[in-house]
């Protein structure tokens, strides 16, 4: 069975604050997306990465495909209280995507 | 109007209940996703329409059955549910078919609780 493993599982930081998450698995997907889920609210796409090694920038927060694709890194820069959710990464395999466990940040003022 | 919306955004149910949730979906898109999301567990695919197929993850009681009778609805019929089946069900659509999907356009959920 594929697994997404996402650490940490949660974080609490403070504004201004650095954070990367990470998204593991020991299986190769051809292409991996990150969303955010806020309260109430369900998963939205941030980004999807498809090359190995692929590093791509959203404001703020920087994804990176691993170079064997089969791991990934969200890095925040100055975290903001906005930035809070759950972030879920998902990999495609040949006929479905397989989400992660999560990383639930929350994001003091 | 939003892209993909459920209803009821809450629900309570005994366990010998049956009700539905519904979702539509106004983007025109060709396949529809259930997930379940429960505490502490990955996103799990519960069943897909697309086009071409359905296709549905044998690990899912009997006692939860799809339906989908078009491309923009879909419905997730709930009987005789376990405690357990209490969890945030999402509703998803996505542009491409059931093996490439591509981005999923998730709804905003709804939450059940089965006493």
């Known amino acids: 069975t594929q697994l997404l493993e996402q650490s940490p599982q949660f974080l609490s930081i403070q504004e201004g604050e650095n954070l990367t998450v990470y998204c593991n698995s020991s299986s190769v997907f051809s292409s991996l997306q990150w969303y955010r889920q806020e309260p109430g609210e369900g998963p939205v796409l941030l980004v999807t990465v498809v090359t190995g090694g692929e590093v791509k920038k959203l404001k703020r927060l920087t994804f990176q495909f691993g170079d064997a694709r089969k791991d990934s890194s969200l890095h925040i820069t100055a975290a903001q209280p906005g930035d809070t959710g759950l972030y879920l990464c998902?990999?495609?395999?040949?006929?479905?995507?397989?989400f992660g466990t999560g990383t639930r940040l929350q994001v003091f003022p | 109007e939003t892209g993909v919306t459920q209803t009821p955004r809450h629900l309570v149910m005994g366990m010998t209940n049956k009700k539905s949730l519904k979702c539509e979906q106004h983007l025109g898109h060709n396949a529809m996703y259930w997930y379940k999301q429960s505490a502490k567990k990955p996103l799990e695919l519960m069943f897909v329409?697309?086009?071409?197929?359905?296709?549905e993850n044998n690990s899912v009681p009997s006692r939860f059955s799809p339906e989908c009778p078009n491309s923009s609805h879909l419905f997730l019929h709930l009987h005789t549910l376990q405690p357990e089946d209490s969890a945030l069900y999402l509703c998803?659509?996505?542009?491409?078919?059931?093996?490439?999907?591509?981005?999923?356009?998730f709804g905003e959920g709804s939450r059940l609780t089965v006493l």
């Open positions: 998902a990999g495609a395999d040949t006929d479905k995507l397989i």
């Open positions: 329409y697309s086009l071409e197929e359905r296709v």
């Open positions: 998803a659509s996505s542009q491409g078919g059931v093996r490439d999907p591509g981005e999923l356009f």
